[in-house]
């Protein structure tokens, strides 16, 4: 009989939350800007993806084709070097998009656990993680990039996803602290704590899942700022080698006058495709919020 | 107050200590030899046998925390030292710095104007013309990288219409330095301008709606107070403090973007410098650019700090 009851709440509960669900995956659709931005990068990561596994030849230079206009035999043209501009738009979708991806889930986990730390401990932890957040916070985010690429001195994508997940966790850092500063107080946590629930359950399985929301929301929106964290590095010279083709090191051909003043679309298509993405995500982004933050319902 | 902005210009001590420790060893572990940087390399091959000697002479041997005491010595004293290419780093500094802070200082100043004149007009005129441009703008400003704006308005203003130089900032046959001026900023400021501007209007906008719903906004207008003072002297007052520290959070976004743009328009500042620096590992240039970067934000969160105190007293009373 007891068994029974249990299962049936369980049953609710589970029901309530595919209600949920249904209510929230409702409320996105009903968002249609959030909807076209899903759509929009569900293709553009499907178009890289495939170009990628059907090997597009993105490195191949045609010397007599340098440069030429976009064509039937090259959709978009191709670069300085007489590579097609396509393939490259393509293979360097699938690498910022990867950056962006893993850059942005690395650092919110790195984040979120200083956070979830700083925030439940407070006292000296708390006080020696603060200093060391405010003194990453003490240079401009693309310096401090630009002194860790100068320190490791080798312009690689391994170092470059490593210095951005680095110097990018301060922003989730900052807000999990606070939610945890505030939800510690809560009575289920002292009830929690109260039974002898250890410190690692109630901060990660008690409090965690209520600050998840947030967490996804500025997750989404970090993969935008990291794709234009590694164009801006990339234009300037000091991001991924030109043999990895990226959205931020093609544009690095429009460094040169010559090729803004003669050959858009060296330019225009890669960027584009960057333009395109991030707004895609940010309105991704903004419906996530919307649907997921109770603050606003 | 004094005492307010006494003790947070002693804070500010300790933390460049840290930064300059953290900067110069940080780029000791690059393994670039200093000597490198500075001795020649015709002095350098002519006195390879002597390369021992010349450590010792130069110091290199001692300990990296004497060496590093004699470098923040030095550059507490004047002394920057040498760049790669024997210029004494001062001089570089002292001309490319100017050019940096007039290009990051106009943008600051005309995207603060033009940030929260076009977030109080939407805010007033909510749903009306401008708030829903302006709202577009914000999005736009976001999403499109600012370097590519800056390849835009090169190509638009410079290649097609040919109104503005494309690039660097003196040009040595001008007759007149003021127009000179205004004609190597314009497309930079203006990048770096679009760029604050699509941020600082939406805040603006959101502050200024928070405090026109206010209960004090009501009693004003049930005064029979003149709408436009409503607005001015009760609503813009209020609605401008966060915003001013929304402005001064966004320095550091403004230095970094000026970095790159810095480059777009192959401007000759201290952003270029550091880029430069980095590519040819020209370390003593990076450790100074870096520092003096970090140096200016430090002062400019002070400068926050002290205009919160100004502008509501609970912030120094509090401390």
């Excluded at chain 1, 006080?127 to 690429?149: D, N």
């Excluded at chain 2, 203006?190 to 760029?195: K, P, R, S, V």
């Excluded at chain 2, 600082?200 to 502050?207: D, E, F, G, I, V």
Aim: aromatic fraction near 10%; include cysteine.
């Amino acid at each position: 009989m007891g068994n029974q009851a249990t299962v049936s709440i369980k049953e609710q509960n589970k029901s309530a939350a595919s209600s949920l669900l249904k209510k929230n995956i409702r409320k996105f659709l009903n968002n249609k800007l959030a909807v076209l931005g899903l759509l929009v990068v569900v293709i553009m990561l499907v178009a890289c993806v495939v170009g990628a596994i059907i090997g597009v030849d993105f490195s191949t230079p045609h010397l007599d084709q340098m440069k030429s206009a976009p064509s039937g035999t090259y959709l978009f043209g191709t670069d300085t070097i007489g590579r097609d501009l396509l393939s490259r738009v393509l293979i360097g979708g699938c690498y910022s998009i990867f950056i962006g991806v893993f850059c942005a889930v690395v650092s919110s986990v790195i984040g979120a656990a200083l956070g979830a730390v700083a925030g439940y401990f407070g006292g000296k932890v708390d006080a020696v993680i603060v200093r060391i957040s405010e003194l990453f916070q003490a240079f401009p985010q693309l310096v401090l990039v630009m002194m860790l690429v100068a320190i490791l001195n080798q312009r690689g994508l391994g170092n470059l996803l490593f210095i951005f997940v680095v110097t990018g966790w301060m922003t989730t850092f900052r807000m999990v602290r606070n939610e945890y500063m505030s939800l510690k107080n809560e009575t289920y946590v002292k009830v929690c704590e109260a039974f002898g629930m250890s410190r690692s359950n109630v901060m990660f399985k008690q409090i965690l899942p209520n600050v998840m929301s947030p967490i996804i929301v500025s997750t989404t929106t970090n993969v935008a700022y990291f794709i234009l964290q590694e164009a801006s590095l990339s234009f300037i010279g000091l991001g991924v080698q030109d043999s990895t083709p990226t959205w931020g090191n093609i544009l690095n051909a429009a460094k040169s006058l010559q090729v803004v003043t003669e050959s858009w679309w060296i330019w225009v298509f890669p960027g584009l495709a960057i333009t395109l993405f991030v707004l895609a995500i940010n309105f991704l982004g903004d419906g996530l919020r919307d649907v997921l933050d109770a603050k606003q319902q | 107050m004094l005492k307010f902005i006494l003790k947070k210009l002693l804070l500010m001590i300790p933390m460049l200590i840290v930064i300059s420790f953290i900067v110069y060893f940080g780029l000791q572990l690059t393994g670039i030899d200093p000597i490198n940087s500075m001795v020649s390399p015709e002095v350098l091959s002519a006195n390879a046998d002597r390369i021992d000697e010349l450590r010792e002479e130069l110091g290199l041997n001692d300990p990296l925390i004497v060496q590093y005491g004699r470098w923040l010595g030095g550059i507490l004293t004047g002394d920057l030292g040498y760049g790669l290419d024997g210029t004494p780093i001062a001089r570089t500094i002292a001309t490319r710095l100017p050019y940096t802070l007039e290009l990051a200082g106009y943008s600051l100043i005309l995207s603060a104007i033009i940030g929260i004149g076009i977030g109080i007009i939407s805010a007033i005129r909510q749903n009306g013309v401008i708030d829903y441009v302006g709202r577009v703008l914000a999005v736009l400003g976001q999403a499109v990288p600012q370097f590519l704006v800056g390849i835009l308005m090169i190509w638009i203003f410079s290649i097609k219409l040919g109104w503005f130089p494309a690039s660097n900032r003196v040009d040595p046959m001008a007759t007149n330095a003021f127009v000179d001026a205004f004609l190597h900023l314009f497309l930079p400021v203006a990048t770096l301008t679009i760029g604050m501007v699509a941020v600082l209007m939406r805040y603006a906008r959101n502050t200024m709606l928070d405090v026109l719903n206010s209960d004090y906004i009501k009693t004003a207008r049930s005064k029979g107070i003149p709408e436009w003072k409503v607005y001015l002297k009760h609503g813009f007052r209020n609605a401008m403090k966060p915003v001013l520290v929304i402005l001064m959070f966004r320095i550091p976004t403004l230095i970094g973007g000026s970095v790159v743009i810095e480059s777009v328009f192959s401007y000759p500042g201290i952003g270029t410098t550091m880029t430069n620096a980095i590519t040819s590992n020209d370390y003593p240039v990076v450790m100074v650019t870096t520092l003096i970067i970090a140096a200016t934000m430090l002062v400019c969160s002070f400068m926050v700090d002290v205009l919160n105190a100004l502008l509501d007293p609970r912030v120094r009373l509090g401390e």
